[in-house]
T-cell receptor, first 115, second 114 residues
Framework: EAGVTQSPTHLIKTRGQQVTLRCSPISGHTSVYWYQQALGLGLQFLLW???????NRGNFPPRFSGRQFPNYSSELNVNALELEDSALYLC??????????????FGEGSWLTVV | AQSVTQLDSQVPVFEEAPVELRCNYSSSVSVYLFWYVQYPNQGLQLLLK??????LVKGINGFEAEFNKSQTSFHLRKPSVHISDTAEYFCAVSPYSSASKIIFGSGTRLSIRP
């Protein structure tokens, strides 16, 4: 069974540009989570989507946004990129909220470098 | 609200030695507990989890953790480590109510010396 898949794996963008990161959850999972892992800052919660709706949002500016599609895949969009957006962006998925004791499973991440 | 404290940011250990990575949490509600491992340049992989039942939980790669409710701890142990265990380890807690409120610790970097 395929795990959480993310694309692209690596990308380099210029400050001010926009980027879109993609995530496909484990088959049967309806919830998708996005995290930012910047150097030295640990895992920071960005967004949670379930059944196509944004359910919760971390402490990030509005230029971080996303959506979830009917097939439960998700996109994370970051506008007006800043140097400090350079990080590993991790997507995770879970069964219906509360399923499996709230266990979430991560993808391999997308490495974003802003220059 | 919940919080997680990983008491050691780095733990150097010799190969084949035992290791314990410490995790303490605080919460006003019942929680689930997790350990994740992140190998270099990879995503996070679930190592083990405590949902209920036996307080000693066994995970992958020979790791185990013990839930201690009175001390609000969930320490991770392995009796004999290998070079391949070199990674960052994250403790996490999630309230019964919602996976979206899962809180991660700051991580412990385990480095194995030959």
């Amino acid at each position: 069974e395929a795990g959480v898949t993310q694309s692209p794996t690596h990308l380099i963008k210029t400050r001010g540009q926009q980027v879109t990161l993609r995530c496909s959850p484990i088959s049967g999972h309806t919830s998708v989570y996005w995290y930012q892992q910047a150097l030295g800052l640990g895992l920071q919660f960005l967004l949670w989507y379930d059944e196509g709706e944004e359910r919760n949002r971390g402490n990030f500016p509005p230029r971080f946004s996303g959506r979830q599609f009917p097939n439960y895949s998700s996109e994370l969009n970051v506008n007006a990129l800043e140097l400090e957006d350079s990080a590993l962006y991790l997507c995770a998925s879970s069964l219906v909220p509360g399923g499996e004791g709230n266990t979430i499973y991560f993808g391999e991440g997308s490495w974003l470098t802003v220059v | 609200a919940q919080s997680v404290t990983q008491l050691d940011s780095q733990v150097p250990v010799f190969e084949e030695a035992p290791v314990e990575l410490r995790c303490n949490y605080s919460s006003s509600v019942s929680v689930y507990l997790f350990w994740y491992v992140q190998y270099p340049n990879q995503g996070l992989q679930l190592l083990l989890k405590y949902l209920s039942g036996s307080t000693l939980v066994k995970g992958i790669n020979g790791f185990e953790a013990e839930f201690n409710k009175s001390q609000t701890s969930f320490h991770l142990r392995k009796p004999s480590v290998h070079i391949s265990d070199t990674a960052e380890y994250f403790c996490a807690v999630s309230p019964y109510s919602s996976a979206s409120k899962i809180i991660f610790g700051s991580g412990t970097r385990l480095s194995i010396r030959p």
